[in-house]
Nanobody, 119 residues
Framework: VQLQASGGGLVQAWGFLSLPCPAS??????YAWFRQAPGKERKFVAA????????YYADFVKGRFTISRDNAKNTVSLQMNSLKPEDTAVYYC???????????????WGQGTQVTVSS
């Protein structure tokens, strides 16, 4: 499975961005988004089960971000609304069958896309 995250950029606070991540190859994996700010560890943001029936979010994005998947297009997306400067980070999409919240639960990673939120 190869993942290609895109859609990052520079946005003002309270703005929005949508991050698509198409995957090559057939996958029955769960998908997730993590983020990593400079000098910080990679953190869980959101995950979705392989059928798309269940979603999981970090507390700091609940109510603002929405994860979704289109299995027909083999794509997972992250819609980010009401962005804050503290959301600034490189965002990574991932696929795997392990723990939703842990980086060790994912075997495949996209290359990351930079999101910068100005105040």
């Amino acid at each position: 499975v190869q993942l290609q995250a895109s859609g990052g950029g520079l946005v003002q606070a309270w703005g929005f961005l949508s991050l698509p991540c198409p995957a090559s190859g057939r996958s029955f994996s769960n998908y997730a988004w993590f983020r990593q700010a400079p000098g910080k560890e990679r953190k869980f943001v959101a995950a979705i089960s392989w059928r798309g029936y269940s979603t999981y979010y970090a507390d700091f994005v609940k109510g603002r971000f929405t994860i979704s998947r289109d299995n027909a297009k083999n794509t997972v997306s992250l819609q980010m609304n009401s962005l804050k400067p503290e959301d600034t980070a490189v965002y990574y999409c991932a696929a795997g069958r392990g723990s939703y919240y842990d980086t060790r639960g994912y075997d495949y990673w996209g290359q990351g896309t930079q999101v910068t939120v100005s105040s």
